[in-house]
Nanobody, 118 residues
């Protein structure tokens, strides 16, 4: 009953910027924690940034100072600046959501591809 949809991925040159968006929709009572993960070719999925409910945003060391996560209601954004080729990955949105039936469920988006290449 709940869907997370990522958008904003694409091809960008090194040093460029992209902004990813993740919108939660459906039978939602509230959106709690939200975050971004990524999976590069041949690597495991890793945390990029997350904001626990009522907590501070945490960033992976590899993106600190370059990426900024923000949240507006049921949408989370990831502003990515000074992009590097090693940032190339499929980026996934994650959210802990309380549904209208008062079930707390962890949801994942299907991912959006970010390719950083010259």
């Amino acid at each position: 009953q709940v869907q997370l949809v990522e958008s904003g991925g694409g091809l960008v040159q090194p040093g460029g910027s992209l902004r990813l968006s993740c919108a939660a929709s459906g039978s939602i009572f509230s959106v709690n924690a939200m975050g971004w993960y990524r999976q590069a070719p041949g690597k495991e999925r890793e945390l990029v940034a997350s904001q626990p409910s009522g907590g501070n945003t945490k960033y992976a060391d590899s993106v600190k100072g370059r990426f900024t996560m923000s949240r507006e209601k049921n949408t989370v954004y990831l502003q990515m600046n000074s992009l590097k080729p090693e940032d190339t990955a499929v980026y996934y949105c994650n959210a802990g959501i309380t549904t209208m039936q008062y079930s707390i469920i962890d949801y994942w988006g299907k991912g959006t591809l970010v390719t950083v290449s010259s």
